[in-house]
């Protein structure tokens, strides 16, 4: 496998499964830079290879040029006319709506003269939420900036206009473990050969992060629902779509599609729905449809978990037998592997080396 980073210092350049290259960076160098990397190693190969986008910049990318890359690669992705439905959340939230979704109260807010229009149909508390996905992510660190009363709403829009057009919702109430993900990998018909549904049990942060805890855990009608939205997209590729049961009347309502890999997806190859797999295979033209999933797997991502459960027992948020509970059935971590260590231990010394320069600095002033 080769794996391919704009960033020297990726961790997973270091696995020893991947051959590590560098390439552009297509928000900031352009997709053209990106393309004509992926042309000059395509040409280098020799057959042409599966090639799959792990991040939302390179999916819109790759989307966008798939029938220029079609010479060197096989893409099992959907073209742009499909795909442009889901990198735009506001094109998002509408096709969820067509299709019948549930989605929290929205409203879509492309500069000051909609704000109070959009605060009279939203309840609060609410957040913003950035069309162009990451945008919020990249600027600030964090994915949403919350909206606690309606005398908020202008300060904090103030902060968020620098990302573009945005998404005011509801927040739905609930725990961390009313979130569920639906992993699927649909083929070019559009016909699902894999299906997984996973849990959250944490998140960091709480209420608007990643999961640092996730169990496989199947609900019909969260398939049914993913499918029956991903279907009326007619989406084609591995994507991973995010719902929030509503405590209020009980209703899913979607909170997003991820149309990648995400981060807990290694869960569903524990679970054995192996989503890789079946998008190789199928791309390779050896249809391979998954088996159904064994429920309570869990997936851990340990740098997380354990630092943010220690805050909660102080504050006293979590108890320790919650605590130690989160630890049951725990599978696999997002970074630790005993049978490929060095992404781990190659994230762990960027850390250490951070926080040393960071404290050295403090000691210099």
């Not at 910049?57 to 889901?86: C, G, K, Q, T």
């Not at 049978?339 to 320069?357: E, F, M, Q, T, Y």
Request: negative net charge; hydrophobic residues 45%.
């Amino acid at each position: 496998m080769i794996a391919m980073d704009s960033d020297p210092a990726a961790m997973g350049l270091a696995s020893r499964y991947a051959i590590p290259l560098m390439c552009h960076d297509p928000r900031h160098d352009g997709e053209e830079a990106l393309i004509q990397d992926l042309e000059q190693l395509g040409a280098a190969l020799p057959q042409r290879a599966v090639l799959f986008p792990a991040f939302d910049d390179h999916v819109w990318a790759l989307s966008r040029h798939a029938e220029r890359l079609a010479r060197f690669y096989i893409l099992p992705l959907a073209n742009w006319d499909v795909m442009h439905r889901v990198a735009d959340k506001e094109l998002q939230m509408q096709a969820a709506l067509k299709a019948g979704i549930d989605i929290p109260m929205t409203a879509f807010v492309h500069g000051p003269e909609d704000l109070e229009e959009a605060a009279a149909c939203i309840r609060f508390p609410a957040l913003f939420k950035p069309v162009q996905a990451q945008e919020m992510r990249r600027r600030f660190g964090f994915k949403v900036i919350l909206i606690p009363t309606p005398g908020d709403l202008a300060p904090a829009y103030e902060k968020a206009r620098v990302c573009g057009p945005l998404l005011l919702q509801e927040i739905v109430p609930g725990e961390d473990d009313a979130f569920y993900t639906c992993g699927v990998y649909q083929n070019a018909s559009s016909q699902p050969l894999g299906i997984f549904v996973s849990r959250k049990v944490r998140q960091h942060p709480p209420g608007f992060g990643e999961a640092r805890i996730a169990e496989s855990d199947w609900v019909d009608e969260v398939a049914e629902v993913t499918l029956q939205f991903l279907s009326a997209l007619s989406f084609h590729g591995v994507s991973g779509t995010e719902f929030k049961r509503d405590p209020r009347d009980g209703r899913l309502k979607l909170m997003e599609v991820n149309a990648r890999h995400w981060l807990h997806h290694p869960l569903a190859t524990a679970a054995g729905v192996n989503l890789s797999l079946i998008a190789y295979s199928d791309a390779l033209g050896r249809p391979l449809e998954g088996g159904r999933q064994t429920d309570g797997i869990r997936w851990m991502d340990f740098m997380h978990e354990v630092p943010d459960s220690l805050s909660e027992l102080t504050r006293k948020e979590l108890s320790l037998q919650a605590c130690l509970a989160g630890f049951r059935n725990v599978r696999l971590d997002a970074l630790y592997s005993f049978d490929d260590p060095a992404p781990a231990l190659h994230h762990l010394i960027r850390v250490v080396g951070k926080r040393l320069r960071r404290g050295l600095s403090k000691i210099s002033h």
